[in-house]
């Protein structure tokens, strides 16, 4: 919880965001301790009644930084931005040589450790997904994602000098930080991804990354995803001393497909309008990195659009799923890997022939004729960067369509501070 100070009033939120409209002056409430706030004061204790004077600290943040201007939505806004957000972690993790810069400390961490655990939740879960897939490519390091929720009750063998990488949008998942101060007990290194400064998990990790995604108001999220996923890239390139690609000039590239997908809107209107909209529920299939994507696609459209939306590998389909397809039946499939460009074509065609209404999501190197989304080409590795813009903005029309609140979906809160 923060404490925050006001001219004439105090408040307490879970985020300094939630207040920034109001102050931009804060007093961390820790654990173990209470507060006594009135209008004029703000008393903090620990549990002994002992009071505790602490210092206040000021936000990086001002009430115009989290302003719509001219967009209907925050969720809109902040999909347009994810090309600029790419950009500024180019900038940001660069030296003046325009080499990669990631912090020694972080880098010798992930070289010294021998096995790689990704605590997160939700999207930022789905992030991991793509982690694993990246740190297991590039650094040659294997690695571990797991459900943070889970993790507490169900923990897993862990290996002789395992890396904790916490990622979190917010810096306060209550799920994650639980997990922090369990491993954070047993001795393990820990390291914090997340997008706000000096929240919870980023002060109370080892080693700090930052995503520079800038504030994200709306509860799904979008920018800091691929922030996410941009900087496990980054941090894996940088500890690789056998990968030899040009990051920097691949997401430089990345940027620009992105910036030309965001300047498609109409295309993915025309498409939630044509197959989503009326529905009451759809399926994502895809195979390889393209199955996390789907993954992150589903939980886009169900918690905005309130459509049913499942994501699958779609060589799983035949194993049961297939038993869901009638007539009508939206599936959206998402090919960006030359090595499952068939298999996955194969299992379009099952599902048509069912009946399925489908959309098909591809890279222009091995679209077909009838793909309706053909993605300029990006570096094989960099894929879900740029499959998850079009999800995106289908996921954003087709809730539109559907008169849902797109910013502030039913049931949900933005930072899930709640285990």
């Given at each position: ?333 998402i090919i960006t890997q030359e090595q499952i460009n068939l298999n996955t074509r194969s299992n379009i065609r099952e599902v048509r022939a069912r009946g399925a209404a489908v959309v098909t999501m591809s890279l222009k190197r091995i679209s077909s004729e009838k793909d309706q989304i053909v993605i300029d080409n990006v570096h094989e ?39």
């Open positions: 919880l923060l404490l925050g100070k006001g001219n004439g009033f105090n408040m307490i939120g879970s985020d300094a965001m939630a207040m920034i409209h109001h102050t931009n002056e804060f007093f961390e409430l820790q654990d173990k301790e209470y507060a006594i706030i009135t209008r004029h004061d703000i008393s903090i204790y620990n549990l002994y009644g002992m009071k505790i004077e602490r210092e206040t600290y000021f936000g990086e943040l001002d009430a115009t930084d989290i302003e719509k201007g001219t967009y209907p939505h925050y969720m809109i806004k902040e999909i347009d931005e994810q090309p600029f957000v790419i950009r500024r972690l180019i900038a940001a993790y660069q030296d003046e040589h325009g080499n990669l810069k990631v912090d020694d400390e972080i880098i010798n961490q992930i070289r010294e450790c021998d096995r790689i655990f990704i605590i997160a939740c939700g999207t930022s879960y789905h992030a991991g997904m793509v982690g694993k897939f990246l740190f297991e490519k590039i650094t040659k390091k294997p690695t571990e994602v797991h459900i943070s929720s889970e993790f507490v009750y169900n923990t897993p063998i862990i290996s002789q000098k395992p890396l904790f990488v916490f990622i979190s949008q917010s810096g306060e998942t209550a799920d994650s930080r639980a997990v922090l101060v369990k491993v954070s007990q047993m001795g393990y290194p820990t390291i914090a991804m997340t997008n706000v400064k000096g929240s919870t998990l980023y002060r109370e990790t080892d080693y700090q990354l930052l995503l520079h995604a800038g504030p994200e108001i709306a509860v799904a999220s979008t920018k800091a995803y691929t922030a996410q996923i941009a900087v496990l890239a980054i941090v894996a390139r940088a500890a690789s001393d056998d990968c030899h690609f040009d990051l920097l000039n691949e997401l430089s590239i990345v940027a620009n497909v992105m910036e030309a997908l965001c300047d498609n809107r109409e295309l993915y209107n025309d498409l939630a309008k044509e197959f989503l909209t009326d529905k009451k529920s759809c399926f994502y299939i895809g195979r390889h990195v393209d199955y996390y994507t789907c993954l992150e696609a589903a939980l886009k459209l169900k918690e905005i659009s309130y459509i049913q939306t499942e994501g699958f590998a779609a060589g799983e389909l035949k194993h049961g799923t297939i038993a869901l397809i009638e007539e009508g039946t939206p599936v959206i499939a590795y960099l894929t879900p960067l740029v499959t998850a813009i079009p999800a995106q903005y289908l996921s954003y029309y087709a809730a539109l369509q559907r008169g849902c609140d797109i910013d502030k979906p039913r049931n949900l809160a933005k930072s899930v501070t709640v285990e």
